[in-house]
């Protein structure tokens, strides 16, 4: 170095912001994400239970009779990025119906966390805000949908323990 001359660079001060600023950037990119997969997961989860209930209608209509959902939910292709898939969630999408009432709901848990269930009251997708998931069914078709006395028909549950949808999402033979 010659004499007189500065030497030029960055401080380690100045770095440490540049790091910083870039790290504050990087979470808010993270969390925006997140949130626009959540929102993802709850719209395949509503379409599949408008799917679930215009089969319903459909079924209703032509064959002059009660929808129940017990082999049509089994047989259902339901979006499976949408849903809480971990091993220890008890059911994710389920299906009941009052026999001889005309009454039919289907009712899902999103991956977000996030209920969202319809009956063919109103036919209409609606979010359930008053609790926890449920712990079976049978609660879920009573408390989220409102019924009295349903027929449950758990559909996507982890008793599917053999070759159903469920056992496929989890990893099961």
């Known amino acids: 170095m010659v004499s007189g001359q500065k030497q030029t660079g960055f401080t380690i001060v100045e770095l ?7 790290a504050i950037l990087a979470a808010i990119t993270i969390v925006a994400y997140n949130g626009i997969q ?34 049509e939910i089994t047989n259902f292709k339901a979006s499976k990025s949408g849903y809480a898939t971990d091993p220890t ?32 009251n109103d036919n209409t997708v609606k979010e359930y805000t008053a609790g926890a998931w449920p712990v079976n069914s049978g609660a879920a078709c009573t408390g989220i949908a409102g019924m009295t006395s349903p027929t449950n028909y758990n559909g996507y549950a982890s008793t599917d323990t053999s070759t159903g949808p469920w056992r496929a999402w989890v990893g099961g033979n």
């Open 38 to 71: 959540n929102r993802a997961a709850d719209t395949a989860v509503q379409s599949d239970i408008n799917a679930l209930m215009k089969k319903s209608s459909l079924h209703n209509v032509d064959n002059s009779k009660q929808f129940t959902g017990v082999n």
């Open 89 to 120: 969630t008890t059911f994710n999408l389920t299906s009941c119906f009052v026999s001889g009432g005309g009454v039919f709901a289907v009712i899902a848990l999103s991956k977000s966390g996030k209920i969202f269930y319809a009956t063919t």
């Open 16 to 22: 440490l912001i540049v790091i910083v600023v870039i």
